[in-house]
């Protein structure tokens, strides 16, 4: 597996999101979920990202439990900054100030079982805090030896920059695939200027890329994918005019649509690393699959064309709430 940098990090060029592991894609099992991690490290994925509301908490403790007896192996990221209310699990509020963020490493750093993590990332920025107070506290982190780095998630341009001066940001983690472009604009071209990494999560397009959704029926109940505009009808029949495009191209490719998303993203830029999420071994040795996928500046053109001729499809399916609603 090709290493790629994260600031002071070096992580595999494909890293593992855990989310779906404890809830929001229907029911897991704990103890594929725990054998996928293991067949994640063995195969040279290193980087393993979690957060504190994924369960709320068990996502953090289930990877502890993963992790225990090779945390040599791994590059751990989580995160806080989204509160969960437990008696409504679908709200959600955002807290960046800097005695919650202490606590909150300290809480995550039990649920793991460990005595520091690689990465602690600031889930969402609190508009009622001044980023610099928080990336403050996070600092006092790293110098505590509780985080070897701190990132930010869903930060625009500016605050990236602020954030940037306080401390150094390995990396800003948001969501990027084919279908979700709109950090090419400004995000990615700050991110290359001030050496931070990129995490693009759900880089598979929540799964639309992956050909298995086709319409609102192929997913279990209970699914909150079926509550985001993207799936919504009419929007979803219309995303998978853009993945219906991509699967004919991976057949000629002689490579599966998942691991066809995922090298066109790994081909975008070194400091790009896909982040995608699954719950099972099977689907993980696919992913993993794409590193060994090359595509040719004449087949990124092609897939380029074919997203751009179904620019109604990916305009329709942007979750324009997804930074204050959705992991």
């Not at 699914?223 to 993207?230: A, F, I, K, N």
């Not at 699954?278 to 060994?292: F, H, I, K, P, Q």
């Not at 990124?300 to 324009?320: E, H, Q």
């Amino acid at each position: 597996m090709e290493a790629r940098r994260l600031g002071v990090l070096e992580v595999s060029a494909i890293g593992l999101g855990c989310m779906g592991m404890s809830e929001f894609y229907g029911p897991a099992d704990e103890a594929e979920a725990i054998a996928t991690i293991h067949r994640a490290l063995d195969l040279g994925v290193t980087l393993l990202d979690t957060a504190d509301m994924y369960g709320p908490f068990t996502n953090e403790q289930l990877v502890g439990r993963a992790i225990r007896g090779r945390r040599a192996q791994v590059v751990l990221a989580t995160k806080c900054g989204i509160v969960r209310d437990a008696a409504n699990p679908r709200a959600r509020g955002v807290n960046g100030r800097p005695e919650y963020i202490r606590a909150s490493c300290d809480a995550s750093l039990r649920r793991l079982g460990v005595d520091h993590v690689d990465l602690y990332q600031l889930h969402r920025v609190d508009p009622t805090v001044p980023i610099e107070d928080s990336v403050g506290a996070m600092a006092e982190l790293v110098r505590a030896g509780k985080t070897r780095a701190i990132g930010l998630s869903e930060a625009g341009p500016g605050t990236l920059r602020r954030a940037h001066a306080v401390h150094p940001i390995a990396s800003l983690q948001t969501e990027y695939s084919m279908l979700t472009r709109d950090v090419e604009a400004e995000v990615l071209p700050v991110c290359r200027t001030l050496g931070v990494g990129f995490l693009a999560y759900s880089p598979l397009g929540r799964g639309l890329l992956t050909g298995r959704y086709r319409s609102r029926a192929d997913f279990d109940a209970g699914d909150y994918r079926l509550l985001t505009p993207r799936f919504a009808d009419g929007a979803l029949e219309r995303n998978v005019v853009l993945a219906t495009s991509v699967a004919a191209l991976a057949q000629e490719k002689g490579c599966t649509p998942a691991q066809l998303a995922l090298a066109w993203l790994l081909a975008q830029g070194p400091e790009v690393v896909p982040i995608p999420g699954t719950r099972t071994c099977r689907r993980l040795e696919e992913n993993v699959g794409a590193a060994a996928v090359t595509l040719s500046t004449a087949e990124l053109a092609r897939l380029d064309g074919a997203m751009y001729s179904c620019v109604g499809a990916v305009s329709s399916g942007r979750d324009d709430a997804r930074r204050s609603s959705v992991p």
